[in-house]
């Protein structure tokens, strides 16, 4: 059997291990052999943003990215800025237009801050391609080389939902900091004294949210198209609350190394949190991004500190006689996880806290989830309707409920 060790060899991962990955997004092994469309790792998350420059300086500064390349007028792309952020695995690009012509700015007029490109790193683009067309796929960009003194990126675009893409990178012979265009930079922010050298690792799941009834569709484009399997799914009263209802459908490619939860709205009394980006984001898109921390608890008093606010967990939470029999043993003491409003949940594999930026741009669209997993594949199951609940507050008081 072939196993997919991805990112044993990865430079692009930094300073994180397999078996640090391993435990921070719960990857399993997986026979590469027979996969139609190999799919080693998200290369970037890619954004669109109303003024880059300091968007880019926000996840600096709150998340504690690092810069690590630029491409912009002054490196001899007029029509645009680029700012490429990492932390450990995790890589973010956040675009912004500079000539009022520019089609990143129509964009932006559609759909707000947000994501334009869940690019995922492939070994062989073409294969992936060729697969991807046979299956009925959009290509966006068939697959050619882009090449700097740095070496030769080979790259290709499929379409998914809304107006979001997939680009698919083999960045096997380049050593270039992120692409051909782009040069290194480093941030020049000083960083308080004592602050965690970073405050995630790894980009554990891309959520998207779906219009009502395309949830099966896309979750089928995923099989089809890229090959990849059905890992969890949570309906009817799963995930349901009073007044709001949701669907979700977790497709994942072997590993798991790259999770994609799918969600659409279902018929409840009351606007559901789906409906309520549908309308602001104006169609279907990337609703969150769950990133992989070893430390939540260090993370989450980090971001607080720069102005990061979370939704906030009710004290019943934390102190339902229920939730200490279900949740067992964890790793820190139920009042820290309370101080920090940090839910918690256990399956047979083991178990995950998790916390839930508040959306983090101007329309109530995209938001963060920070997630430390001990063994548990999950999502947080048993903390939906808490979540939920509290989302509903939140749509509440913009007066979208
Ligand atoms: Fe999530």
């Avoid at 964009?107 to 009925?136: F, N, P, T, W, Y």
Wanted: hydrophobic share 40%; charged share 25%; aromatic share 10%.
């Amino acid at each position: 059997m072939v196993l997919i060790l991805t990112g044993m060899t990865n430079p692009a991962l930094d300073d994180v291990s397999y078996d640090q990955l391993r435990q921070l997004v719960g990857l399993v092994d997986h026979d590469a052999s027979a996969d139609p469309f190999p799919v080693r790792a998200m290369d970037a998350v890619v954004f669109i943003a109303g003024n880059a420059t300091q968007t880019a300086w926000f996840y600096q500064v709150a998340f504690g990215m690092q810069l690590v390349a630029y491409a912009g007028p002054e490196t001899g792309q007029p029509g645009f800025k680029s700012f490429v952020l990492k932390s450990g695995s995790a890589r973010f690009v956040i675009n912004g237009g500079v000539r009022p012509d520019s089609p990143l700015l129509d964009h932006h007029r559609r759909h707000g801050d947000g994501v334009i490109d869940l690019a995922l790193e492939v070994s062989d683009v073409d294969k992936c391609v060729r697969h991807a067309r046979e299956q009925g796929a959009t290509i966006l960009e068939e697959p050619h080389d882009v090449g700097d003194e740095h070496g030769t990126v080979r790259r290709a675009a499929i379409a998914t939902y809304g107006e979001t893409r997939h680009s698919l990178v083999d960045r096997s012979r380049y050593s270039g900091p992120y692409l051909p265009g782009y040069q290194a930079r480093t941030s020049t922010i000083t960083r308080p004294d004592g602050a965690p050298k970073r405050l995630f690792q790894a980009i554990d799941h891309c959520v998207g949210n779906v219009e009502l009834g395309k949830m099966d569709y896309w979750v089928d484009f995923y099989h089809r198209v890229m090959g990849f399997v059905n890992m969890a799914e949570f309906v009817g009263d799963d995930i349901a609350t009073e007044y709001s209802a949701l669907m979700s459908k977790v497709v994942s490619n072997g590993n798991h190394r790259v999770k994609f939860p799918l969600n659409e709205p279902a018929v409840a009394k009351k606007k559901s949190q789906i409906d309520e980006y549908l309308e602001f984001y104006g169609g279907a898109g990337c609703q969150h991004i769950a990133l992989a921390t070893n430390d939540i608890i260090a993370t989450v008093r980090a971001m607080r500190a720069a102005g990061v606010e979370f939704l906030d967990t009710p004290d019943s939470y934390y102190d339902d006689p229920e939730l200490r029999a279900r949740i067992g043993e964890v790793r820190v003491p139920i009042e820290t996880l309370k101080e920090h409003r940090i839910l918690v949940d256990r399956d047979e594999d083991g178990y995950l806290l998790q916390i839930f930026t508040k959306p983090v741009g101007d329309r109530p669209t995209v938001f963060y989830e920070l997630i430390e997993r001990h063994g548990s594949l999950g999502f947080g199951k048993g903390n939906f309707k808490a979540l939920f609940e509290a989302i509903e507050r939140e749509q509440e008081r913009r007066g979208n409920l």
